[in-house]
């Protein structure tokens, strides 16, 4: 693969707060996140020139404009800033603003910041009566939650493809294991397929072990110009090659959260990539390396089927191939492609603004070599993917 | 939502609107603008007329919800599973969601079954019955 790139940026630090239910403010979690980013880095704050912050809606004004909100939290330093909210793939806006500031030669030194403090259960629109909303006409006509979306896709690839509840399991037991001995997972605990057989049913066919939780989290990245990292002594930093944040072209044929209904395909034909496939196209594209390519992948797992969905998606095997991939070993850790080495959503459960941050900084660990306890042999390249609400979503891509 | 469906002599419609130069049909409702991208209408809003969809489809997927949703849904005390089926109209090559009439469980589906919109009741309230759109198993 070609080693080098003229768009690419340094990782030079990587932190996190541990996930959890800690019933606490999220700035704290996004500041312990920042300030072990900046200690893993070398880098003093005062040095960062650019701050960028990803948006948490459930923290009123502070979760809003949470690149001003940590600036402060930090010590206000003069540094440009920006917030970002994506659903899902807010931590990735909020690494690509980072990166275009970078890469314009506007900043060196980036930070971003991501942590959220979610509410338990179901997640729900915001407050309020609200009749021309999406999100809130889904609850309120359809009782459509998230699991029902996750469930949708669940049903679809048992009718299509002959995936079964126990391949559903084995990831679960998959993912638990990988999380083992991650220090930032809240769920650090083996998990058998009789356990997530004798779960609740939240939305058949998923059960409660199928689906993951919602958490308290943060994560944050220094990101810097390759120049800055050799000018800093580290000739050879982990780098981010590739940053896609594509939207679905028309028309999108898959329901998406909190759609009520597809595009129609009557005036266009349908494109030949998915939402999430095109997603991670874009990136390989802008990588120039291919799924061959890859020595791991953390993917949206926001339930155990979906993380099915995502192999063929990235293009780790053909439509229909995922659950022969995964009863072939190959994407669990010791496998050809490890995939949520960290152990994914299904160990961490969702702090939505910090989930892309949380998995770049996998991306870093592994590729540094430093994944005590989940480290994939030889890690060379890696590719971080989500999707969130009203089609934002996003791939990173990372190689040493 | 009355808007949203017709339901006049018990015959259940889908309302939404339809672009009159490239014929894409939007559910619900799109006044705003055609979202075609390689439509050549106006892109006004004056593009779009009302439209009612066809009345059967073939399940796409479905799901049930075996726990309370938490508001705006309206749940019933106790609380009662319901549907969720994702339809697949084939005049207009489009998926749509809606809940599945109620006595049906997630056993008596399979993805690819025809099905036809009915009504259904959503919630009561000391003011009214509030009703919207379902989806009912037919026989092909």
Aim: aromatic share 8%.
């Amino acid at each position: 693969m070609p080693d080098t790139n003229d768009r690419d940026i340094a990782v030079l630090g990587a932190g996190m707060h541990q996930w959890g239910k800690w019933g606490r403010n999220f700035v704290e979690y996004g500041l312990v996140a920042a300030r072990a980013a900046l200690a893993d880095a070398g880098v003093d704050h005062r040095d960062v020139g650019y701050i960028a912050g990803a948006d948490t809606i459930r923290n009123g004004y502070p979760g809003f404009v949470s690149g001003a909100t940590f600036a402060q939290a930090l010590g206000w330093s003069g540094a440009r800033i920006s917030s970002s909210y994506a659903a899902c793939a807010s931590g990735a806006q909020a690494i690509a603003n980072a990166r275009a500031q970078i890469l314009a030669g506007l900043t060196d030194v980036a930070l971003v910041v991501g942590a959220d403090a979610a509410p338990k259960g179901f997640f729900q629109p915001v407050g309020g009566e609200r009749r021309d909303d999406p999100d809130w006409l889904r609850f309120h006509l359809l009782g459509a939650t998230n699991p029902i979306y996750f469930a949708l896709y669940a049903r679809r690839r048992m009718a299509l493809h002959g995936a079964t509840l126990d391949d559903f399991a084995a990831v679960k037991v998959k993912n638990a294991k990988h999380g083992l001995n991650n220090p930032y997972a809240r769920y650090r605990k083996e998990v058998s397929a009789e356990e997530v057989a004798a779960s609740a049913v939240v939305s058949d066919p998923l059960r409660l072990l199928d689906i993951c939780a919602t958490s308290d989290g943060g994560a944050a990245l220094v990101l810097t110009s390759m120049e800055y990292a050799r000018r800093h002594g580290i000739a050879d930093p982990v780098r981010v090659r590739a940053l896609s944040t594509v939207t679905p072209t028309f028309p999108k044929t898959v329901l998406d959260l909190p759609d009520f209904a597809t595009d129609s395909a009557v005036a266009v034909e349908p494109p030949p990539r998915t939402f999430r496939s095109a997603i991670a196209h874009a990136a390989y594209e802008e990588a120039g390396i291919g799924p061959a390519d890859l020595s791991f992948a953390e993917v949206y797992d926001l339930s155990t089927a979906l993380e099915l969905d995502w192999y063929e998606d990235i293009g780790l095997c053909e439509t229909g191939g995922a659950e022969d991939l995964l009863r072939s070993g190959a994407t669990t850790l010791g496998g050809r492609v490890p995939v949520n080495p960290s152990g994914g959503l299904s160990c961490f459960g969702e702090a939505i603004p910090a989930q892309a941050i949380a998995q770049i900084c996998e991306l870093t660990w592994q590729l540094r070599g430093r994944a005590e306890g989940r480290q994939v042999d030889d890690a060379l390249a890696g590719i971080a993917v989500n999707q969130g609400l009203f089609g934002h979503g996003s791939a990173i891509i990372a190689t040493r | 939502m009355a808007e949203w469906f017709t339901a006049e002599d018990g015959a259940v419609r889908l309302v939404g609107s339809r672009c009159d130069t490239c014929g894409t049909p939007y559910f619900p409702r799109n006044t705003l603008a055609c979202r075609n991208p390689q439509c050549a209408s106006p892109k006004d809003g004056s593009e779009l007329a009302e439209y009612l969809f066809s009345t059967r489809g073939r399940i796409w997927s479905y799901a049930d919800a075996r726990y309370k949703p938490p508001p705006p849904y309206v749940s019933s005390d106790p609380f009662e599973p319901y549907v969720v089926a994702a339809v697949e109209l084939e005049v207009e090559q489009m998926v749509i969601l809606g809940q599945v009439v109620r006595g049906f469980t997630v056993d008596d589906l399979a993805v690819g079954m025809p099905v036809e919109l009915a009504l259904g009741v959503l919630y009561e309230d000391e003011e009214a019955e509030h009703t919207v759109w379902m989806w009912r198993p037919v026989d092909a």
